[in-house]
């Protein structure tokens, strides 16, 4: 099974920023300071997120693919 897979399966296509600090082993506050800084992580992280007015989600897949190193 893929990564991909494994997260579509647990999370759906969409992840909030709370699913998505669990899946990194971070807090969610942390994780926000880290997505405001501009690093190469912060940067494939943040084309992976998308608003729905105030709420911010991100895209499972290419959540997946950042973390396959890919």
Do not use: W
């Amino acid at each position: 099974m893929s990564t991909a897979e494994i997260l579509i399966a647990k999370y759906g296509p969409l992840m909030t920023l709370a699913q998505l600090a669990a899946t990194l082993e971070r807090s969610i506050e942390g994780l926000r300071f880290g997505l405001r800084s501009e690093s190469d992580f912060s940067r494939k992280i943040n084309a992976a997120r998308v608003r729905f007015g105030r709420r911010v989600y991100f895209h499972t897949v290419k959540i997946a693919a950042v973390l396959d190193c890919e």
